[in-house]
Nanobody
């Protein structure tokens, strides 16, 4: 059974940092591209790709988080991380991790097969 379990969300002030974690089980961690998506709290219909780590270690970020967010994997612990620095109120959202077997993918939710339940991030000004 595939499970992706996010944690690390919370409430912070603008300029602060959080590190999100996604504990993965039931899939070959190294054989899957992994990504973080988010859905703003005030707009349930929009899910945005935030960061992607392909199996070839190539990374992609949405423009609004470049230089502030970093995606990484701990292969031993089978955890996907998203380090978020210099947080802004517009980063407030529910953050989801997602997985897709192999390949080289783009930051589009349509490609991803497995999803977690999400963790909420709230940034106050």
């Amino acid at each position: 059974q595939v499970r992706l379990v996010e944690s690390g969300g919370g409430s912070v002030q603008a300029g602060g940092s959080l590190r999100l974690s996604c504990l993965v089980s039931g899939i070959t961690f190294g054989g899957h591209s992994m990504a973080w998506f988010r859905r703003p709290l005030q707009n349930e219909g929009e899910t945005e790709g935030v960061a992607l780590l392909n199996t070839d270690h190539d990374t992609k970020y949405t423009d609004s988080v470049k230089g502030r967010f970093t995606i990484s994997k701990d292969y031993e612990k089978k955890i996907l991380y998203l380090q978020m620095n210099d947080l802004k109120p517009e980063d407030s959202a529910r953050y989801y991790c997602a997985a897709k077997p192999g390949g080289k993918w783009s930051l589009d939710k349509k490609w991803f097969d497995y999803w977690g339940q999400g963790t909420q991030v709230t940034v106050s000004s």
